[in-house]
């Protein structure tokens, strides 16, 4: 069955609608919290991938057997049968009740599935109905209060696809979105471990990372490199063609690449740099990596203790780019260095004589932005200078950190805190990976990962599992949302004893 088996078992099952296998997951539940409603941008049925019969035989076989309960609420709020049922017993209780409902077919395109429905009128037999439900609906207005998170001032917008998705992992992430509105998010992450199990791609963590374990393995490390700078370049690549802001942060977490962890290690922060610098490069775009340079007035000036002399071993270190090298010329070219600030924004220079003097910078990659205590100075002026000065080119910050702190004349105190904070908020994720660790007991033993795996990809929670007689370890999905969740969400999720 593949890494992700952990957690999984495969089992026959007898329904009312005949399947070839279903499928039970052993995860645990987890409680309800507010969804973030997303509704997919239309796309042609012959051009999407579509599902096999036995995906389709599967996800019918999985959901009639474990989450009859789901079936019931998505019957309740999506097709007419809620409504009915709410003006009918709104006189008599019990005068029409919708009594269960089953899967009974799932399109191969992923735009729509049918269910069976059972209804039980005052006196009578129960009758089936079948009915249609589309994977982009919304929950009907009579049925607001059974489901609160259905009603449209949630936040919503259009979910950016994926390039060339599968068609499990595109179907699992709408159906997703239905699970949340009818308030129940603890579903979400068993199915992306269904999507993963099915075929999917983009569901999952490799296993046997051992992040607990410091210093990393040298393939560890290349595993998240590579997973970052794909992220990057797909974000410029949309941003060219208007799909995403300019304006983008990327966060890179885990233990060697986490400030506040003894095993900080700056070589793999630079590595990391090098990567994206060097694939961004290999696309004949000019990357400028700046690093801040020193703050502050007179005698009280300094440098983030993270950023101490990474400007000198930018510099210093091995880009291959040397005469007769795998990246030569690269650096003085297409890389070069810098520090925040507007005066480092570079433009194109032309003489008289129509010569090209400078080639503009193309794309601006800012190593962890951040001001500092006790420092009269804040990293957010310079900051919006060089954005400001930079246009509409991208500007990525790695690991950035624009919260205020404490100096001596207030200047980080309450004026124009409220600006800073919307400039803070006005940088798109488009790449976010960091461990979660059980605040009582410090930063180990690892608890999970909270992951964003590019632009247009949702954030998707993991639990860290180890396998019998500690064989190895995986990262087990828990819930997927399509907006950032908060703290109280992620502790729900790992604090639920269902």
Same mark, same amino acid.
């Given at each position: 069955?593949?890494?992700?088996?952990?957690?999984?078992?495969?089992?026959?099952?007898?329904?009312?609608?005949?399947?070839?296998?279903?499928?039970?997951?052993?995860?645990?539940?987890?409680?309800?919290?507010?969804?973030?409603?997303?509704?997919?941008?239309?796309?042609?049925?012959?051009?999407?991938?579509?599902?096999?019969?036995?995906?389709?035989?599967?996800?019918?076989?999985?959901?009639?057997?474990?989450?009859?309960?789901?079936?019931?609420?998505?019957?309740?709020?999506?097709?007419?049968?809620?409504?009915?049922?709410?003006?009918?017993?709104?006189?008599?209780?019990?005068?029409?009740?919708?009594?269960?409902?089953?899967?009974?077919?799932?399109?191969?395109?992923?735009?729509?599935?049918?269910?069976?429905?059972?209804?039980?009128?005052?006196?009578?037999?129960?009758?089936?109905?079948?009915?249609?439900?589309?994977?982009?609906?919304?929950?009907?207005?009579?049925?607001?209060?059974?489901?609160?998170?259905?009603?449209?001032?949630?936040?919503?917008?259009?979910?950016?696809?994926?390039?060339?998705?599968?068609?499990?992992?595109?179907?699992?992430?709408?159906?997703?979105?239905?699970?949340?509105?009818?308030?129940?998010?603890?579903?979400?992450?068993?199915?992306?471990?269904?999507?993963?199990?099915?075929?999917?791609?983009?569901?999952?963590?490799?296993?046997?990372?051992?992040?607990?374990?410091?210093?990393?393995?040298?393939?560890?490390?290349?595993?998240?490199?590579?997973?970052?700078?794909?992220?990057?370049?797909?974000?410029?690549?949309?941003? =060219?063609?208007?799909?995403?802001? *300019? #304006? /983008?942060?990327?966060?890179?977490?885990?233990? !060697?690449? +986490?400030?506040? $962890?003894?095993?900080?290690?700056?070589?793999?922060?630079?590595?990391?740099?090098?990567?994206?610098?060097?694939?961004?490069?290999?696309?004949?775009?000019?990357?400028?990596?700046?690093?801040?340079?020193?703050?502050?007035?007179?005698?009280?000036?300094?440098?983030?203790?993270?950023?101490? =002399?990474?400007?000198?071993?930018? *510099? #210093? /270190?091995?880009?291959?780019?040397?005469?007769? !090298?795998? +990246?030569?010329? $690269?650096?003085?070219?297409?890389?070069?260095?810098?520090?925040?600030?507007?005066?480092?924004?570079?433009?194109?220079?032309?003489?008289?004589?129509?010569?090209?003097?400078?080639?503009?910078?193309?794309?601006?990659?800012?190593?962890?932005?951040?001001?500092?205590?006790?420092?009269?100075?804040?990293?957010?002026?310079?900051?919006?200078? /060089?954005?400001?000065?930079?246009?509409?080119?991208?500007?990525?910050?790695?690991?950035?950190?624009?919260?205020?702190?404490?100096?001596?004349?207030?200047?980080?105190?309450?004026?124009?805190?409220?600006?800073?904070?919307?400039?803070?908020?006005?940088?798109?994720?488009?790449?976010?990976?960091?461990?979660?660790?059980?605040?009582?007991?410090?930063?180990?033993?690892?608890?999970?990962?909270?992951?964003?795996?590019?632009?247009?990809?949702?954030?998707?929670?993991?639990?860290?599992?180890?396998?019998?007689?500690?064989?190895?370890?995986?990262?087990?999905?828990?819930?997927?949302?399509?907006?950032?969740?908060?703290?109280?969400?992620?502790?729900?999720?790992?604090?639920?004893?269902?």
């Amino acid at each position: 069955m593949g890494s992700f088996a952990c957690g999984l078992l495969l089992l026959g099952a007898t329904l009312a609608a005949p399947v070839s296998r279903a499928a039970a997951f052993l995860l645990p539940p987890i409680p309800s919290f507010p969804p973030y409603c997303q509704v997919f941008s239309a796309t042609s049925a012959e051009d999407s991938p579509r599902l096999s019969e036995y995906q389709c035989d599967f996800i019918r076989g999985y959901l009639n057997q474990n989450h009859p309960d789901l079936l019931r609420d998505l019957a309740t709020a999506f097709t007419s049968h809620g409504p009915l049922a709410r003006r009918r017993n709104a006189m008599t209780r019990g005068s029409y009740a919708l009594d269960s409902a089953t899967l009974a077919y799932v399109d191969s395109t992923g735009a729509s599935f049918e269910l069976d429905v059972s209804i039980a009128s005052r006196g009578r037999a129960p009758v089936l109905h079948r009915e249609t439900v589309g994977i982009d609906a919304c929950v009907d207005p009579a049925c607001y209060r059974a489901y609160p998170h259905g009603r449209p001032e949630d936040p919503r917008s259009s979910i950016v696809h994926e390039e060339n998705p599968t068609a499990i992992d595109t179907f699992v992430r709408r159906f997703n979105r239905l699970c949340h509105l009818v308030g129940r998010p603890s579903i979400t992450g068993k199915m992306l471990t269904l999507g993963r199990q099915l075929g999917g791609e983009r569901a999952g963590l490799l296993d046997n990372l051992f992040l607990n374990v410091v210093p990393h393995g040298r393939e560890v490390r290349r595993y998240f490199y590579g997973m970052a700078a794909e992220a990057v370049l797909n974000a410029v690549q949309r941003c =060219g063609n208007g799909q995403v802001t *300019n #304006r /983008m942060q990327l966060t890179c977490l885990f233990p !060697e690449m +986490n400030p506040e $962890m003894d095993s900080y290690r700056i070589g793999t922060l630079l590595e990391l740099v090098r990567n994206i610098a060097t694939v961004i490069a290999e696309q004949n775009l000019r990357v400028r990596v700046c690093v801040q340079g020193s703050m502050g007035v007179g005698i009280f000036t300094g440098t983030p203790k993270s950023l101490s =002399g990474v400007s000198t071993l930018l *510099n #210093r /270190m091995d880009w291959q780019s040397e005469e007769g !090298e795998r +990246n030569a010329g $690269m650096v003085g070219d297409y890389v070069n260095f810098g520090n925040v600030g507007s005066e480092h924004v570079m433009d194109t220079q032309i003489d008289a004589d129509g010569t090209v003097l400078q080639e503009q910078d193309d794309v601006f990659l800012l190593l962890c932005p951040q001001s500092m205590v006790g420092v009269d100075a804040s990293i957010v002026e310079p900051l919006q200078e /060089m954005v400001k000065a930079a246009g509409d080119r991208p500007v990525i910050l790695l690991n950035p950190s624009l919260v205020d702190r404490p100096s001596s004349d207030g200047q980080q105190g309450v004026r124009g805190r409220s600006e800073r904070i919307a400039f803070a908020k006005s940088f798109q994720t488009i790449y976010h990976m960091r461990c979660l660790y059980d605040s009582s007991t410090g930063y180990f033993p690892i608890l999970g990962a909270m992951l964003k795996r590019g632009p247009g990809e949702p954030w998707v929670a993991f639990r860290r599992r180890d396998y019998a007689q500690k064989q190895g370890e995986a990262y087990v999905p828990v819930f997927s949302m399509e907006m950032e969740p908060d703290s109280s969400d992620i502790t729900k999720a790992f604090t639920s004893d269902d």
